[in-house]
């Protein structure tokens, strides 16, 4: 549990208690990391692909870092370093920073389920989070 990003925000109890209650633990940005919010299609555009797998397979590759979506809203997130400066290049997209909460759910959804609207499409591997410009680079890729 020490290894993921929540653990410099909330105690690994606050955590656990969240997922088992919901599956999804409410955690505010800023701290131990911020977000880019951007919508489904823009991930789709830039990876030039709609089926799962192969977005997964782009956004490893790109990314390099925790990716998760939430097919309610239809929104992937990037979670990047808290002092990365605002990215919203794109205008569908929103940086969230401190005064901004994202639900992150647990680490064992990785594929979605009727269940649960959000799920991990790059799970969190230890502290290491998705690189300001590499998320820059995918904007600018579905936006070109």
């Known amino acids: 549990m020490n290894a993921h ?3 410099a925000v ?3 109890y606050e955590v656990q208690e969240q997922w088992v ?3 999804i633990a409410l955690v505010p940005c800023g701290h131990a990391f911020a977000a880019v919010r951007m919508p489904t299609q823009l991930v789709h ?5 709609r089926e799962p797998e192969q977005v997964r397979i782009y956004l490893t590759h790109t990314l390099h870092g925790p990716v998760l979506t939430d097919r309610t809203t239809h929104h992937h997130y ?13 205008p569908n997209t929103r940086y ?11 680490p064992d959804l990785t594929h979605p389920t009727t269940h649960h609207r959000c799920h ?25």
Not at 45 to 49: G, P, Q, V, Y
Not at 121 to 137: D, F, M, T, Y
């Open 5 to 7: 990003p929540l653990a």
């Open 10 to 12: 909330l105690s690994a």
């Open 21 to 23: 209650r919901r599956s």
């Open 45 to 49: 555009t830039a990876a030039r692909t």
């Open 78 to 90: 990037a979670l990047v370093p808290p002092n990365t400066p605002p990215i919203e290049s794109h």
């Open 96 to 106: 969230l920073g401190t005064n901004a909460y994202l639900g992150l759910p647990r």
């Open 120 to 144: 991990w499409i790059i799970p969190p591997n230890g502290q290491r989070l998705c690189p300001p410009e590499a998320v820059s680079a995918l904007l600018l890729k579905a936006a070109g």
